[in-house]
């Protein structure tokens, strides 16, 4: 249907973001919707040896609500709690926070960090795509008109450090100020922002420098590693200058607990 | 689809069986409040922030006015209109109403949670509560009121067991 449709059509998952504001939003849409809901196979999760595999239309709260993602893979249940409330949560899709391609995305930045690989599905076959590889652009992915999100699956390393954190007006309902996602495993350190760039990022020059045990003796070492990791922008939430500011700071605090090379130096003097 | 754009739809009520004839896009919340007449759920915001629209759907809470009604197809919708009044008994004590704009979805954001007290080894009341905004700011209220009623709830039921 999709792909009779001429890559015109908008698919309808949880509708958290589609219907707000509804039916004056559907002038902006192509016309035609198709809805994925009926499609009971795109809606379980399951847990296989290697990865838990989401569907398509997965929702955060399956997640939030699955005690061994609790234990296993925190950082998803912890993001999950910070998109809108359990009214989203409910409805709302692990899939369609990615198609989405806000921003801002919560959920996204949780999967990237645990180097999430996302499975695309057309009448042409199947593509995976890794989800730090995902986005090229504000609103600019590697997601075709006629593809569908059938799939995420997130690789089951375990992380010796997982979390995510939310920096808004309120926890609950408002959209992230900013939002990081911190993980360490075998693969290294992995450090996601959302809401500091045109599209959820991994900030790899911070990464690096985790892994290299670069000093980091000051909040301002971060600052000024985070300048080639993201560019923030004034805008209703927020300033660009805040973000950076704080972003720097909560990595900073997180961090500096974990990694003996952040914060003050002993036998400095 | 027939050819005026409309489908049939059937779903499941407040306990009864509704078949209808509906515009697919049309909201959830609209086909309960103008087709239906159940007046009981508001609408707020209209864009998923506020709750007063909240409804069950398959015994979860959900923003009615984010649903399009082809998606409530099958479903199991429960609204105000089917809360047992002696339900809210606690919520009234505690002063849990004030203007009453928020309340209907208060109230069936609270009754799922007092069908559900084993979301309380999780999460806090505030948090499984965090969706329905009170302008009245009455919220201390609002989770004092839940708080007595699953108490007594608890207690009826471990009264039943004795």
């Given at each position: 249907m999709l792909s009779e449709a001429g890559g015109q059509a908008t698919l309808l998952g949880g509708t958290t973001d589609l219907f707000v504001h509804w039916p004056e939003r559907m002038l902006d849409a192509d016309g035609v919707f198709i809805d994925l809901s009926g499609v009971g196979a795109l809606r379980a999760h399951r847990w296989e040896d290697e990865a838990l595999v989401l569907g398509g239309l997965t929702t955060f709260w399956d997640i939030i609500q699955d005690e061994r993602a609790d234990r296993e893979m925190p950082v998803l249940v912890q993001a999950a709690r910070t998109v809108g409330a359990v009214q989203i949560q409910t409805r709302g899709t692990w899939a369609g926070n990615i198609a989405n391609a806000s921003p801002a995305a919560d959920g996204v930045a949780a999967l990237m960090v645990r180097d999430a690989v996302v499975e695309l599905t057309s009448c042409d076959g199947i593509e995976t795509i890794r989800l730090d590889e995902f986005y090229l652009g504000y609103k600019q992915m590697r997601l075709r008109r006629d593809q569908i999100i059938t799939s995420i699956r997130v690789p089951r390393q375990s992380c010796s450090v997982e979390r995510?954190?939310?920096?808004?007006?309120?926890?609950?309902?408002?959209?992230s100020k900013i939002g990081v996602a911190i993980a360490q495993s075998q693969a290294g350190w992995r450090i996601v922002a959302n809401s500091v760039a045109p599209a959820v990022c991994r900030c790899r020059t911070v990464e690096r420098a985790l892994d290299d045990r670069v000093p980091l003796p000051h909040?301002?070492?971060?600052?000024?590693?985070?300048?080639?990791?993201v560019s923030p922008i004034d805008d209703i939430r927020s300033t660009a200058a805040y973000r950076r500011g704080v972003l720097a700071r909560v990595l900073y605090h997180e961090l500096a607990p974990l990694c003996e090379w952040v914060g003050p130096q002993r036998g400095a003097s | 689809m027939d050819e005026c754009g409309l489908v049939t739809i059937e779903l499941t009520l407040n306990g009864g069986c509704v078949r209808l004839e509906v515009d697919p896009g049309e909201r959830l919340l609209d086909t309960l409040r103008d087709r239906l007449g159940l007046k009981g759920t508001k609408e707020g915001c209209g864009e998923g922030e506020c709750g007063a629209c909240t409804?069950?759907?398959?015994?979860?809470?959900?923003?009615?006015c984010l649903v399009p009604i082809v998606q409530a197809r099958g479903k199991r919708i429960e609204t105000i209109e089917s809360v047992d009044r002696a339900q809210l008994s606690a919520l009234l004590d505690s002063g849990a109403t004030q203007c009453g704009a928020c309340t209907p979805g208060v109230v069936m954001s609270a009754a799922w949670v007092m069908q559900h007290p084993e979301l309380l080894h999780t999460h806090g009341l505030r948090e499984l509560m965090a969706g329905n905004l009170c302008r009245c700011t009455g919220y201390d209220g609002i989770i004092g009121g839940l708080a007595a009623a699953i108490e007594a709830g608890l207690a009826r039921k471990s009264e039943g067991e004795g």
């Open positions: 995510f954190i939310k920096v808004g007006t309120r926890q609950a309902q408002a959209i909040v301002d070492a971060l600052v000024e590693l985070l300048g080639s990791d | 409804v069950l759907m398959d015994g979860v809470p959900v923003n009615s």
